[in-house]
């Protein structure tokens, strides 16, 4: 039997850790340090933003391929989101977005989609050239470098979802770099028991892979509870909460060389899957080649027939995702038609650190076989 999850799941060591942890902010395995921490990343987004004192009567600038998760903590704040335009290649045309840039814009969000930096040096150049702030969003590139620089140094404010990364029940980081910004700290203490039951989930996680078999593969078939799931988890309100104390010890646990060793296992599976897709017709990566800096989150594909096929592979065990399979109601596809064939044809394969060389081998046995029915 297999089954692989999609994210890294909490194992007994990964407890160790968070026994061993403190409950300081600093993290020891991390190049930047968080200036506060909060219980999603949204709600660090949204600290971003009143630091940079934007509010009613300003415009924040999004990419057009993005998640409501992004777009409600500029609601939050009382500012307008408005769209620029994002290639099939998760890329951005500087020109397009200087156009974009109005009078009452404060602020660029760039996204570091699936960890691979977005055009972070140019935007941050246009920025300074316009006099408006750059937000960095690294939910998907907490280990995320480019050159000497880790992501989240180049912009005026920058926020991680280092959940998405490592096995926490919950957990956001906002860093501020801009001298002189202030951000304050989160209002409402986390839940024990939802970070407890969050907690829970992420160990399900170990015990579905040693059993080979979990409940979500035949749940996730369906797609009004797929939907659910999304309206819950992407449209979620912003909470002014911080960051759970298990996620707090597990995150300053994180030594370099733990760091390192994800970074490391996580390339290591990006790069033999990305092996795997020499020939075969039925998709394609996303990406290609793996830049030196970059963690993955995961192995991005680009499909037709994007439902029939994660059904294939969900089927046969493995835990696919999309990002995103819904576009906010605020982005309309048919003026970002880009964004919208994203939207339709990217699926997620698992790459995590929890993944070793012999199951990533699985999936990429898999995919040679599917390469013949398909």
Known sequence: ??????????????????????????????????????????????????????GPDDEVLLPAYLCESVVSPVVEVGATPVFYPVGRDCGVDL??????????????VLIHFLGFPGPVEAVRDLCTRRGIALVEDCAHALFGRLGARPLGWFGDVAAFSPWKSLPLPDGGALVLNRPGLV????????????????????????????????????????????????DATSGAPVVDEGMSAPARRMLAAITPQ????????????????????????????????????????????????RDHWRDVLLARGVN????????????????????AWLRDRILILPIHQGLHGRQVGRIARLLASLETRS
């Open 1 to 54: 039997m297999l089954y692989l999850p999609a994210d890294a799941p909490l194992t007994p060591g990964d407890l160790v850790r968070m026994a061993r942890g403190g409950g300081a902010v600093r993290v020891s395995g991390l190049e930047w340090q968080p200036t506060a921490l909060f219980g999603s990343g949204r709600a660090a987004l949204a600290a971003g933003l009143r630091a940079l004192g934007i």
């Open 95 to 108: 020109a397009l977005l200087d156009a974009a840039i109005g009078a009452r814009t404060r602020a660029v």
């Open 183 to 230: 951000a304050a700290e989160p209002s409402v203490r986390p839940s024990t028991a939802r970070s407890a039951a969050r907690l829970g989930y992420r160990a399900l996680g170990t015990l579905e892979m040693a059993v080979g078999w979990s409940p979500r593969l035949a749940l996730l078939h369906r797609a009004s509870l797929r939907r659910g799931l999304h």
């Open 258 to 305: 733990r760091a390192a060793s994800i970074v490391a296992r996580r390339r290591a599976n990006y790069m033999q899957m990305h092996a795997a897709f020499a020939g075969l017709s039925w998709a394609r990566p996303l990406f290609g080649a793996l830049p030196d800096g970059v963690c993955p989150l995961g192995y991005p594909l680009v499909v037709e027939d």
């Open 320 to 339: 696919v995702r999309t990002y995103w399979e819904h576009l906010p109601a605020v982005v309309d596809p048919d003026r970002f038609l880009d964004a």
